[in-house]
């Protein structure tokens, strides 16, 4: 007994376990519905409501509804929870006859991913009226009939179901005539022959039948019944099956044989002649099945496809010659094969996705199905293996794609993701599907430039504005990440701002110079630019940039000796017994440029006497080319040209006075030793071209006027005060220093010069040289007369007065 009472008490528990599971079942689906025809935008329900979800995360959470079928009727509002209608529904073109029309949706949601199934059911409406299969029907019946017989007539269909279908038929007002309200009516109405008929009376009758549909208000449909009052035809046909049911491979070709159709009638001739009808073809079945009147074979004319009908329902009508008919039904339900390769539908992408995602992030969810059934519809998903990618399955037949590898955009811009989906059918079809996805930018590198120090030659007088140079950094970063931007380190250069002195383009990194250098200030300087890229936040780097300044030929040669033209007037004294290589004079000269820039070179340019004198091309030593004779001029002016290396050179002229004498007293006059220039080389040619046509006796005329000349002209020991010989240049006891471009014979002379006129006149006294005036004489000023100069030692006293 208690082995029983135990047994019976786990029954009760598997029981309790089993309602409680059928119980979670039935309450996991949701179910609703909705009149069909009804207008977009209907409410239907509220899934929020039903499923205690917070209305306000929906959209957050990616709520919708999914539909497996062409059109969408129904969605989620995603601000109220609601499920809505979105397009027409259609019962009929949906569900046929099918007492009930059920639609089946996934309602999901992500983070977290949740799946509901939600059923639609499409209630009927009264939207369509009855519909006879032909517009008129005739009818042939011998007169012979007795009251009573009946005649069937294909009845009417109504696309509606339930209480909108045919409830009733109405026939026209006749006195032979009326409808058996008991019939079938699903396949067939009979009419009643009330009382006999009469050819000869009346040959024809027409009757009006109207079929009534049970909605509110009622639809109505009519056909013409053509009663043609005929000889006795009293047998139906009768088919050999009242039904027939086959199977059809739904990848037949158009043509193929469905099945035949076979019908007798006893009676002969007209009436035994049999025409096979398919009544009430549907816009699906009308183009896809056909029948051949006479034969009764069922020929399939279109394409078939399991996922869209797996089966087809049709109603033959067998019509003797007489009217009789007869009816049996056809099923031929369609074969699965395996013709529909798997569809992979992309639910969800994050496009791009930053380079430093976290492993395991979700990149996307994907939805696989195959139309087909059975083990044609399993399918399997695969990536290839050398992404950083995994696809993982999730609920049902959903994948989730996630990161397995860290991403850098600076190595892998974007990867295609190919996802193969592959059924279980044989042989197996598969489809892919490839995501681009894109790794977005993260700021994670700063600038790097080709060169940490570099070296940037710029010539001096450059224009303000000139380009020194130009550095580039490198970021691999991407569009603002990446854009480089260049700017100066401040700092300074001598106490002076750098920026005064250089700028950089920001965003070419081309370094002008602000201002002209000038070599001969400063030679070099250093200067950091600093790159910065544009992130958030940014990142930079440094680097040095030498700036050397190279000298250009910007500086003529200065002369140093002689004095400038202007200043005051230098003149040397050569001694008349000075050889051949003795050493007249020396031009010194500077140049501020630097290397080649400040090679000088010296050059005789004009001479009084051109073959006397010669200048060292690099020390300006001007000496005496030949012996010094007594017929050489006195006065000889030299014109000496100075120039530097320089492309192109620059050069400076002086000119060096010199007079050959051995003393004072023998010079005629020092009044302007200066050498006049030709005016131009034009006039020199003009001068050459009037002395060549000029006749002999003009040449003859002009010799005897210079020897006259020559013989009146007599030495003068007066000079113009004009020209002087500074006691700077000839001081006393001028001695020669070797190589410093001086006398190498020491003269002196004692000679005092007013500051009067241009005509003051001064008496030369004496010229003395090392042999005439010992090392231990003075020269001095008389202390009572201020224009008189003594000049005492133990020998002699001279004296040197001004004459007015």
């Known amino acids: ?50 499923l205690n979800l917070d209305s306000k995360g929906l959209r957050s959470r990616k709520a919708r509804l999914d539909y497996q079928g062409e059109r969408r009727y129904c969605g989620v509002d995603l601000d109220s929870g609601r499920i809505v209608v979105l397009q027409r529904i259609d019962r009929e073109a949906l569900c046929g006859t099918t007492s009930n029309c059920l639609l089946h ?56 179901i339930g209480i909108n279908s045919v409830k009733s038929y109405i026939l026209s007002q006749n006195k032979h005539f009326d409808v058996d309200a008991r019939s079938n009516r699903d396949r067939y109405v009979d009419i009643v022959l009330k009382s006999s008929l009469d050819r000869e009376t009346e040959a024809e009758h027409t009757l009006i039948l109207t079929a009534l549909d049970g909605g509110n208000p009622p639809r109505s449909g009519t056909v013409v019944v053509h009663v043609i009052v005929m000889d006795i035809n009293d047998n139906t046909p009768v088919f050999s ?9 739904e990848n037949s070709p158009p043509g193929t044989t469905v099945v035949k159709i076979t019908a007798t009638d006893l009676d002969e001739g007209a009436n035994g002649l049999i025409t096979y009808y398919i009544n009430h073809l549907s816009d699906r079945t009308n183009n896809i099945f056909q029948i051949d009147e006479k034969s009764g074979e069922i020929l399939l004319m279109g394409q078939l496809d399991h996922e869209r009908a797996s089966a087809y329902e049709m109603e033959i009508q067998a019509e003797d010659g007489g009217g009789q008919t007869s009816h049996c039904k056809v099923l031929v339900e369609i074969v699965d094969v395996n013709d529909n390769a798997p569809l992979i539908t992309v639910k969800t992408v994050t496009n791009p ?50 990161t397995i590898a860290f991403l850098d955009r600076e190595i892998v811009t974007e990867y295609n993701v190919t996802i ?64 480089v931007l260049y700017s100066l380190v401040p700092s300074e250069v001598n106490g002076v701002p750098v920026s005064s002195f250089l700028s950089v383009n920001g965003d070419t990194g081309v370094i002008h110079a602000v201002r002209s250098f000038d070599y001969e200030q400063f030679r070099n300087f250093k ?19 030498s700036v050397f300044i190279s000298d250009e030929n910007d500086n003529s040669p200065q002369i140093l000796y002689p004095a400038p033209e202007g200043k005051s007037l230098m003149t040397e004294m050569v001694p008349k017994a000075a050889l051949s290589g003795s050493l007249v004079s020396k031009v010194i000269a500077v140049d501020a440029d630097s290397g080649q820039n ?4 010296y050059h005789i340019i004009k001479s009084t006497d051109p073959g006397l004198f010669t200048i060292g091309l690099h020390t300006g030593e001007i000496r005496a080319q030949r012996d010094i004779a007594e017929s050489d001029n006195m006065k000889q002016n030299l014109v000496i040209s100075v120039k530097d ?4 050179p620059l050069s400076t002229t002086c000119s060096v006075y010199l007079l050959i004498s051995d003393n004072l007293a023998e010079v005629p006059e020092l009044k302007d030793m200066t050498y006049e220039e030709n005016n131009s080389n034009l006039t020199s040619y003009l001068i050459i071209a009037l002395v060549a046509v000029s006749t002999f006796f003009l040449t003859f005329i002009i010799l005897i006027l210079a020897v006259r000349f020559c013989h009146r002209r007599k030495p003068r020991l007066l000079f113009d005060g004009a020209v002087a010989i500074p006691s700077a240049y000839l001081p006393p006891n001028y001695a020669e220093v070797e190589g410093a471009g001086t006398l190498r014979s020491s003269y002196n002379y004692d000679a005092y010069l007013t500051t009067g006129s241009r005509t003051s006149d001064f008496k030369f006294v004496r010229s003395y040289n090392d042999n005439t005036l010992p090392a231990e004489c003075t020269l001095r000023k008389s202390p009572d007369d201020s224009n008189i100069i003594n000049f005492t030692d133990a020998c002699t006293t001279l004296e040197v007065r001004h004459l007015n």
């Open 420 to 483: 193969t989906a592959t059924d279980g059918g044989t042989p197996s079809l598969f489809s892919t599907t490839t995501l681009n996805i894109q790794v977005a930018d993260v700021n994670d590198n700063p600038p790097v430039f080709e060169h940490q120090i570099f070296s940037a030659y710029v010539a001096e007088n450059n224009k303000p504005g000139t380009s020194v140079c130009s550095v580039t950094a490198r970021d691999p970063d991407w569009r603002q990440n990446g854009t």
């Open 598 to 601: 400040a090679w000088l070179s």
């Open 353 to 402: 996705i930053p380079e430093n995602t976290a492993l395991g992030s979700e990149v996307a969810i994907l939805n696989v199905k195959d139309h087909d059934s059975g083990e044609n519809s399993r399918v399997s998903c695969s990536i290839p293996t050398n992404l950083p990618f995994k696809l993982q399955p999730s609920i049902k037949n959903y994948f989730t794609l996630v």
């Open 105 to 160: 949706f996934e309602f999901i949601l992500e983070n977290p991913l949740e799946l509901h199934n939600v059923i639609l059911e499409v209630l009927d409406v009264n939207d369509n009226a009855p519909v006879f299969p032909k517009d008129s029907i005739k009818l042939e019946i011998s007169e012979t009939a007795s009251t009573g017989s009946k005649f069937q007539i294909a009845c009417a269909r109504d696309g509606d």
């Open 1 to 50: 007994m208690s082995t029983t009472l135990d047994s019976f008490n786990k029954w009760r528990i598997w029981a309790v376990i089993l309602y409680l599971f059928l119980a979670h079942a039935i309450a996991a689906d949701l179910r609703y519905s909705v009149p069909e025809e009804t207008s977009t935008k209907y409410t239907i329900g509220s899934l929020s409501k039903d």
């Open 241 to 249: 099956q009242s039904s027939y049911k086959v199977e059809l491979f």
């Open 645 to 648: 290396n320089g492309q192109p």
């Open 527 to 545: 200067v950091q630019v600093v790159a910065r890229d544009n992130g958030s936040p940014p990142l930079s780097s440094n680097m040095t940039v």
